[in-house]
């Protein structure tokens, strides 16, 4: 087992990995810039290395002032979080060539998964449903038109090297191919530096629905079930809950089956997420791979009552996973706060916080690294916390965050928590009948 774990990360993800190895007796060095001097996992972690100044291109992404602090502290073990380097194929492989374990996936399954229109061939090949469309990268605009002519209008053109909607158009009819073709590679080509584009079926009003899944050095893999992620704002991810709303038994069987047969094809080590897209008759389709932890774990820990954090840690150090799968026995959601402005199209709004009531009390979980007279610094995303409410079934949850909503008080800064706070008395919320489009009639009152 490792003896002491540098996390190259900050904010709440940084205190969850040092909670976790702390309870392991691992040793903790965390990293910081010049901006994060008086942030809490600073303060938790056993030794703290100043890594540069505030911004993330010179500090928790320049992998050479990273890899010095893990030698001088001689640290055995990285825990990227989620974001920064944490798909970054070149950083894992520049751990291993220093003897550090990276904690996380290997360089050539970081590329694998990264590449979009490799990661959906491998899917097929494993057996997982994946949208009908263009087998792999489309050549030039006339195989984009023919491919759209077999397919069938409306299409979905999307970025081999993208993600998360990131040189991404649906185009319904033929006359807007050629412009969207355009614009797309242009913007995945500024973005990437990689203009491949494939093309799908463009599946209408679809949800987000994540299996997340934990392989080992074994070959084994598991599934801890779902989780809906549909609530999202220009792809940020808002809210998340599982148990789905829109999950049956036999849908959850399938997809979690579809899940560990992609894991173990791949012979896939840690924590891993298989996003699908669902339509309104319940297929579902592989839409992307993710191979990192992810923000919206803790609600699958509450379910299933399971330690992702300490999982990663041990499938890293070799242990063999139990094998056996995972389904909730609870209902959990998460509410994503950020310090931005819902009333003014949530706009950042970074600044000292000089009021932090945090909510509490049964079957509430709040994970964040802010406290009262702490500064949010605009170098970073906006995320400050994480409130999570578990209870028995979806409207105690529900009631549950609203009491804790209610109880929340931040200020000093402007935060979405009123946003969420509607959220939760909106009826096809509560009615758990939202899809992907949901927040584009969203208006706050
Ligand atoms: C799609 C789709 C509809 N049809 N693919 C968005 C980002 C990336 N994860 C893939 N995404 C989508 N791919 C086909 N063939 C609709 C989306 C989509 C979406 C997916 C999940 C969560 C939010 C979304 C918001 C807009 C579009």
Same mark, same amino acid.
């Given at each position: 087992?490792?003896?002491?774990?540098l996390?190259a990360?900050r904010?709440e993800?940084?205190?969850r990995?040092?909670r976790?190895c702390r309870?392991?007796?691992?040793k903790?060095?965390?990293v910081?810039?010049?901006?994060?001097r008086?942030s809490?996992h600073?303060?938790f972690?056993d030794?703290?290395?100043?890594?540069? &100044? &505030?911004s993330?291109?010179d500090s928790?992404?320049?992998i050479p002032?990273?890899?010095?602090?893990?030698?001088i502290?001689?640290?055995?073990?990285?825990?990227?979080?989620?974001?920064f380097?944490?798909e970054?194929?070149r950083f894992? %492989?520049?751990?291993?060539?220093?003897g550090i374990?990276f904690?996380?996936?290997s360089?050539?399954?970081?590329?694998?998964?990264g590449?979009k229109?490799?990661?959906k061939?491998t899917?097929k090949k494993a057996g997982?449903?994946?949208?009908?469309?263009?087998?792999g990268?489309?050549?030039?605009?006339?195989d984009?038109?023919k491919?759209a002519k077999?397919i069938g209008?409306?299409?979905?053109?999307?970025?081999?090297a993208?993600?998360?909607g990131?040189?991404?158009?649906?185009i319904?009819?033929?006359?807007n191919l !050629?412009k969207?073709?355009e614009?797309?590679r242009q913007?995945?080509k500024a973005?990437?530096?990689n203009?491949?584009m494939?093309?799908?079926?463009l599946?209408?009003?679809p949800?987000h629905?994540e299996? !997340?899944i934990?392989?080992?050095s074994?070959?084994?893999a598991?599934h801890l079930?779902?989780?809906?992620?549909?609530? /999202?704002?220009?792809h !940020? %991810?808002l809210?998340?809950?599982? $148990?789905? &709303?829109?999950?049956?038994?036999e849908?959850?069987e399938k997809?979690?089956?579809?899940?560990v047969k992609?894991?173990?094809f791949? %012979?896939?080590e840690?924590?891993?997420?298989?996003e699908?897209l669902v339509?309104?008759?319940?297929n579902f389709y592989?839409?992307?791979?993710n191979?990192?932890?992810q923000?919206?774990h803790?609600?699958?820990? !509450?379910?299933?009552d399971?330690d992702?954090?300490?999982? /990663?840690i041990?499938v890293?150090?070799g242990?063999?996973?139990?094998?056996?799968n995972y389904?909730?026995?609870l209902h959990?959601i998460?509410?994503r706060?950020?310090?931005?402005d819902?009333?003014n199209?949530f706009? &950042?709004? $970074?600044g000292?916080?000089?009021?932090?009531?945090a909510?509490?009390?049964?079957g509430v979980r709040?994970d964040t690294n802010v406290?009262?007279?702490y500064v949010i610094?605009p170098y970073?995303?906006s995320?400050?916390a994480?409130?999570i409410?578990?209870? /028995?079934?979806r409207?105690?949850?529900?009631?549950?965050?609203?009491r804790?909503?209610?109880e929340f008080?931040?200020?000093?800064?402007k935060?979405?928590?009123?946003f969420h706070?509607q959220?939760m008395d909106?009826p096809?919320?509560?009615?758990?009948n939202y899809?992907t489009?949901?927040?584009?009639?969203?208006?706050?009152k």
């Amino acid at each position: 087992m490792f003896k002491k774990i540098l996390i190259a990360n900050r904010g709440e993800i940084a205190m969850r990995v040092i909670r976790t190895c702390r309870e392991m007796g691992i040793k903790t060095v965390s990293v910081y810039s010049t901006a994060d001097r008086d942030s809490l996992h600073v303060r938790f972690a056993d030794e703290a290395v100043c890594i540069g &100044p &505030p911004s993330s291109t010179d500090s928790y992404l320049k992998i050479p002032n990273i890899i010095a602090a893990a030698e001088i502290t001689n640290a055995d073990a990285i825990h990227p979080g989620y974001g920064f380097l944490s798909e970054n194929a070149r950083f894992s %492989k520049i751990c291993a060539e220093h003897g550090i374990k990276f904690i996380g996936a290997s360089p050539e399954m970081i590329d694998r998964m990264g590449d979009k229109a490799t990661a959906k061939a491998t899917m097929k090949k494993a057996g997982v449903p994946t949208v009908p469309g263009s087998e792999g990268i489309l050549k030039d605009f006339e195989d984009a038109k023919k491919t759209a002519k077999k397919i069938g209008y409306p299409v979905m053109l999307k970025a081999t090297a993208g993600g998360g909607g990131k040189g991404m158009r649906a185009i319904w009819k033929e006359e807007n191919l !050629q412009k969207a073709w355009e614009s797309a590679r242009q913007e995945s080509k500024a973005a990437f530096g990689n203009d491949g584009m494939y093309m799908e079926k463009l599946i209408e009003e679809p949800r987000h629905i994540e299996i !997340q899944i934990v392989g080992d050095s074994t070959g084994k893999a598991c599934h801890l079930s779902e989780r809906d992620c549909s609530v /999202q704002r220009r792809h !940020q %991810k808002l809210t998340e809950e599982t $148990p789905s &709303p829109f999950m049956t038994d036999e849908l959850r069987e399938k997809m979690g089956d579809a899940a560990v047969k992609a894991a173990e094809f791949i %012979k896939y080590e840690g924590a891993g997420t298989i996003e699908f897209l669902v339509d309104k008759h319940r297929n579902f389709y592989f839409m992307e791979m993710n191979t990192r932890i992810q923000v919206e774990h803790p609600i699958t820990e !509450q379910v299933i009552d399971y330690d992702l954090i300490r999982e /990663q840690i041990k499938v890293a150090a070799g242990i063999p996973i139990s094998g056996r799968n995972y389904y909730p026995k609870l209902h959990s959601i998460e509410c994503r706060i950020n310090a931005e402005d819902p009333y003014n199209d949530f706009r &950042p709004s $970074p600044g000292k916080v000089t009021t932090f009531h945090a909510p509490g009390g049964h079957g509430v979980r709040l994970d964040t690294n802010v406290y009262a007279g702490y500064v949010i610094p605009p170098y970073y995303d906006s995320m400050i916390a994480k409130l999570i409410t578990t209870a /028995q079934t979806r409207e105690e949850a529900i009631n549950k965050m609203k009491r804790a909503l209610d109880e929340f008080v931040v200020e000093g800064v402007k935060t979405t928590i009123p946003f969420h706070r509607q959220l939760m008395d909106h009826p096809d919320y509560v009615e758990g009948n939202y899809t992907t489009k949901f927040m584009e009639d969203f208006k706050m009152k």
